[in-house]
């Protein structure tokens, strides 16, 4: 059964109407999903997955390309923040500093299906425990093929978010801006919601509550 996205709209105004501090920054709009009944020391409980959502989550995403000849030409062309090709690529497996900032810098990656297993060896222990780690069709469009059309995966990313459990049962994940539209903002929580009822072991069953809350501000409760 699907979320009311008017209630959830409603919810969402009720949030930007928060009175707070005044920021210099237009705050994300989170959303928390805290989960129940759910055995997370079986691999297969565990989420770990890139969902478009509907709408943009309203921010700048900073992407890192890793791929070589025509692939890395073309997310070059198209203004992609960071390319990195074959020998770079060897070179970082020296320099953990480097490895890490250069994981701390960019919210997504998407590499060269060739180039996956000389990610995994010398980025793997950086970006897996981060959350980085890019993720092959179903569940991700982190991983391409030289044929792909890189313009029309990196627009793409702009509405993506990782829904992740590992350790805890909890999913923390941005769906907005305070200065979107609530409507938009609702759709996209709906989309979560969908995706997490249809894939967690016993639906709607697992999911404990939902919260929306501004990144300086107080959680809202969402019913369900």
Same mark, same amino acid.
């Given at each position: 059964?699907?979320?009311n996205?008017?209630?959830?709209? *409603?919810?969402?105004?009720?949030?930007?109407?928060?009175?707070?501090?005044? @920021?210099?920054?237009?705050?994300?709009?989170?959303?928390?999903?805290?989960?129940?009944?759910?055995?997370?020391? *079986?691999?297969?409980?565990?989420?770990?997955?890139e969902?478009m959502l509907?709408?943009?989550?309203?921010?700048d995403?900073?992407?890192?390309?890793i791929a *070589?000849g025509?692939?890395?030409?073309r997310?070059?062309?198209?203004?992609v923040?960071r390319?990195i090709?074959?020998?770079?690529l060897?070179g970082?497996?020296?320099?953990?500093?480097?490895?890490?900032?250069?994981?701390?810098?960019?919210d997504?990656?998407i590499?060269? @299906?060739d180039?996956?297993?000389?990610? =995994? @060896?010398?980025?793997?222990p950086?970006l897996g425990?981060?959350g980085?780690?890019?993720?092959?069709?179903?569940k991700?469009?982190?991983?391409?093929n030289? *044929?792909?059309?890189?313009?029309?995966i990196i627009?793409?990313?702009k509405?993506?978010v990782?829904?992740?459990?590992?350790k805890?049962?909890?999913?923390l994940?941005p769906?907005?801006k305070?200065?979107?539209?609530?409507?938009?903002? =609702?759709?996209?929580?709906?989309?979560?919601f969908?995706?997490l009822?249809e894939?967690?072991?016993?639906? @709607?069953?697992?999911?404990?509550?939902?919260?929306?809350k501004?990144s300086?501000?107080?959680?809202i409760?969402?019913?369900i």
């Open positions: 059964m699907p979320l996205e008017k209630e959830v709209t *409603q919810k969402i105004e009720e949030l930007k109407k928060q009175e707070d501090k005044k @920021r210099k920054f237009t705050q994300t709009i989170d959303l928390i999903v805290n989960l129940k009944e759910i055995d997370l020391k *079986q691999p297969a409980n565990r989420i770990n997955t969902l509907p709408n943009p989550l309203g921010k995403i900073k992407i890192c390309v *070589q025509d692939l890395a030409l997310a070059t062309k198209v203004g923040p390319v090709e074959k020998d770079e060897g970082l497996g020296g320099d953990k500093k480097i490895a890490k900032k250069i994981a701390k810098t960019y997504y990656f590499v060269g @299906r180039m996956m297993p000389l990610v =995994a @060896r010398f980025l793997g950086v425990p981060s980085k780690m890019p993720l092959a069709p179903p991700g469009n982190g991983i391409v030289v *044929q792909d059309n890189i313009e029309e627009e793409g990313f509405n993506t990782r829904l992740r459990i590992k805890n049962p909890i999913i994940c769906v907005g305070e200065d979107m539209d609530p409507e938009n903002i =609702a759709k996209n929580i709906s989309t979560i969908n995706y009822e894939h967690l072991v016993k639906g @709607r069953g697992n999911i404990r509550n939902l919260f929306v501004k300086m501000g107080k959680p409760k969402i019913e």
